[in-house]
């Protein structure tokens, strides 16, 4: 019985043993290549559960993940002879499994190297065909999308590793270099705040004109309806005073020398030199307003 359980445990270790040594796993997120005694056989193994053979195939396994460079600070100069500081990362990923192996035995170490050194280089390179100004402003973006661009193809054709960016994280200057880069910038703020202030008064300055000729418009176009409609209450009252006084005219003379005495005997320290028999006082001496004799 015991020799039955010991053959049984002794079965299971060897055949545990035969397993781990001929199945293996590349997960999602690896790259694998296997070797058959050193050389390359199967350059990309897909993700899954394979096969190999014990003591003749070898398998190493790569992260297949975008990773991070921390590219090492470089002083570097323009095209004016500045100089300047400057911390930089890249994002990277292995695209061609087997020339990586080949190129660096499989090492991230090594391929971490070769990679700092090829982007240091064109960062050189590349701030060496440039100025300041274009280095610190706006263009860097595109710089850094061309550089990325070039040395794209050089790190996949030689390592097999797809650079898919390349960041400036900061650029330091010197003291002498930072005042004259500040002074530019200033005097470029100036220059800008100037234009802006140009085009803000001649804006203004066409509101204005715009407003007073509106105005100018509005004005004489209400002087024009003003006169119109009081010409037109001035006819009409003509017309009424008219028609009121041809249907009898005698009230008409009446009521407008009541209106002329109230008016006349409106203030009691005026004195009126007036003829007795003249028209004037005819509705004073006879309601009927007839004349004298009559």
Not at 180 to 209: D, L, W
Request: no cysteine; charged share 30%.
């Amino acid at each position: 019985m015991n020799n039955k359980v010991f053959s049984i445990v002794i079965g299971a270790l060897i055949l545990f043993f035969v397993a781990s040594n001929t199945l293996f796993i590349i997960k999602e997120t690896e790259r694998g290549v296997m070797l058959k005694f050193g050389k390359v056989v199967n350059a990309d193994i897909p993700p899954g559960l394979h096969f190999k053979i014990p003591m003749v195939n070898e398998v190493r396994k790569f992260d297949g993940r975008v990773l991070t460079l921390d590219v090492r600070p470089q002083r570097f100069l323009t095209v004016e002879k500045k100089g300047m500081i400057v911390d930089s990362y890249a994002k990277w990923r292995i695209k061609d499994v087997s020339t990586y192996y080949t190129a660096t035995n499989g090492e991230e170490a090594t391929a971490v190297r070769n990679m700092d050194q090829r982007i240091n280089e064109g960062l050189r390179n590349s701030f060496g065909e440039h100025s300041l100004q274009e280095v610190i402003s706006g263009e860097r973006d595109q710089l850094m999308v061309d550089l990325t661009e070039s040395l794209n193809k050089l790190t996949l054709e030689r390592y097999g590793i797809e650079l898919i960016d390349v960041r400036i994280k900061r650029i330091d200057l010197p003291e002498q270099v930072s005042e004259s880069v500040f002074n530019r910038m200033n005097t470029e703020r100036e220059r800008e705040a100037r234009e802006h202030r140009s085009k803000g008064k001649e804006q203004a300055e066409v509101i204005r004109a715009d407003a007073d000729r509106q105005r100018t418009i509005l004005e004489a176009e209400a002087y024009r309806d003003a006169e119109q409609l009081r010409g037109e209450g001035d006819a009409k009252a003509a017309a009424i005073y008219s028609s009121a006084y041809s249907q009898d005219p005698e009230f008409y003379s009446f009521v407008r020398s009541l209106t002329a005495y109230r008016e006349s005997f409106k203030n009691k320290s005026d004195m009126m030199l007036v003829d007795p028999d003249s028209d004037f006082f005819r509705y004073l001496k006879d309601s009927s307003g007839k004349p004298a004799g009559n």
